[in-house]
């Protein structure tokens, strides 16, 4: 068990009730035309490439990170959302449906939390040159549990291979935004 943040496939994003997120997306798209803009329709996340990773690791650094480089506000848009959509949004949107994990749905937009993450990538001197884009479900977290991060950071010291565990979650909210903009799908934990 676990909780995993994955990528949300269209036919998903349709479904309303527990076997899908129709009912995130009814409300989304009621939010967005009350502010004048389109409904909101996904992409198709490739296959077998969807994104999914266990968010298994400890988070306690990795607060400690947030706390440290972020404002109180965008600490909560990065660390409390239920979904994160491909578009930007001025403020993180509380929609009144219930979720897996909490009796209301917090939607941001990735490109806020892609600039969040690229802070507090910069400040673990994170070397996204050599962690890997996502190319299938837990290559990211494979990375950095199986060995290639250590082996890198011989190669490559700096702050974020002082914790491993950190470094994962800098990278993991940094590749799911870009992961969300390349492919226009919203990201959700389940």
């Given amino acids: 068990m676990g909780i995993y943040l994955v990528s949300v496939d269209p036919e998903d994003w349709s479904v309303p009730g527990e076997d899908g997120y129709g009912d995130v997306a009814a409300a989304l798209d009621e939010r967005l035309t009350q502010r004048g803009l389109p409904p909101y329709r ?39 959302w239920s979904f994160l959509v491909p578009f930007a949004l001025e403020e993180p949107l509380l929609l009144p449906v219930e979720n897996a994990y909490d009796t209301e749905t917090l939607v941001v937009g990735a490109p806020g939390v892609l600039a969040l993450a690229e802070r507090l990538a910069a400040a673990l001197q994170l070397p996204l040159d050599l962690i890997p884009e996502p190319s299938g479900p837990y290559g990211l977290g494979a990375w950095f549990q199986d060995g290639d991060a250590r082996k890198r950071a011989a190669t490559r010291p700096g702050p974020w291979a002082d914790d491993p565990d950190t470094a994962f979650f800098a990278a993991l909210y940094l590749r799911a935004a870009q992961y969300a903009l390349r492919h226009h799908c919203p990201m959700t934990y389940s």
């Fill in 42 to 80: 996904p992409g198709r996340p490739p296959e077998p490439g969807r994104f999914a990773e266990k968010t298994s690791p400890p988070m306690d650094g990795f607060d400690t990170l947030c706390r440290a480089h972020l404002t109180p506000g965008e600490r909560h848009a990065l660390l409390s």
